[in-house]
């Protein structure tokens, strides 16, 4: 983010230099790393929009409610659909260290096109794109905690996690209740790549998981290098939506 800033100040004390050799070398250097910024990750999800017949509002559509709540800012990159027509995607934002940089590029690009050109203000705009993308990144750490949350779930909340996934049923008694709750909590204390390894496992024998879903090789080979190609299943986020409320 650091060497990022730095390339839009140092845009704007181009274009706002005065010197017309120097305004013209700033627009190129914002618009060039603008393609790289917020460019690329737009044509790659048009492209497979467009290869995979899907359209816009099926993509609003999937960040609504089929995706998890941490990707529904993200760049996602539709990969085909299966059998029922429920979309696959690629979480693009994972991988793409400069996604944090489109938010104080698209501020920057705002007020250019309202016509500011003095320094202070582009440097405000800068400032305010900057803060967004910071707000972006610490919010995991600014909403509950991921083992605060696991906590809040088995006791407060009844046994329903805040994305809707049922802990324990209902019917289950007491003493099961208490152990699926201690599980929960335990479970955040893996690390991140114990699933990944675990998921691969699964889909290399042919084995469901714990919550019933069948996970394809082809699709987990990509989590090795962050390009995980993920299955939407919107019946089941509808399910965890209506639980909320």
Do not use: C
Request: charge should be neutral; hydrophobic fraction near 35%; proline fraction near 4%.
């Amino acid at each position: 983010m650091r060497t990022g800033h730095n390339i839009f100040q140092q845009s704007i004390d181009e274009i706002t230099s005065g010197i017309p050799e120097l305004v013209g070398l700033g627009y190129k250097r914002l618009f060039s790393f603008g393609a790289t910024v917020a460019g690329v990750p737009y044509a790659l999800a048009e492209t497979f929009k467009a290869k995979n017949d899907v359209t816009t509002d099926e993509m609003n559509a999937l960040k609504r409610v089929g995706v998890p709540e941490w990707s529904r800012n993200s760049t996602l990159i539709p990969t085909g659909r299966n059998e029922k027509g429920y979309l696959k995607y690629i979480d693009f934002s994972y991988s793409n260290a400069y996604d944090t940089l489109v938010r104080p590029f698209n501020t920057i690009m705002n007020a250019l096109s309202d016509g500011v050109k003095d320094k202070d203000t582009l440097m405000k705009s800068l400032g305010n794109g900057m803060i967004e993308s910071v707000g972006e990144i610490l919010k995991p750490y600014t909403t509950e905690s991921i083992f605060t949350e696991a906590l809040v779930d088995s006791t407060f909340r009844n046994g329903i996690g805040r994305d809707g996934r049922k802990i324990w049923n209902p019917q289950d008694e007491t003493m099961v209740k208490i152990g699926k709750g201690i599980l929960h909590v335990a479970e955040t204390f893996k690390p991140g790549s114990y699933d990944q390894i675990k998921r691969l496992g699964q889909a290399a024998t042919g084995k469901t998981d714990r919550y019933g879903n069948l996970h394809k090789l082809s699709d987990e080979l990509g989590s090795l290098y962050g390009m995980r190609e993920i299955q939407s299943n919107p019946e089941k986020s509808l399910v965890y939506l209506m639980l909320l409320y």
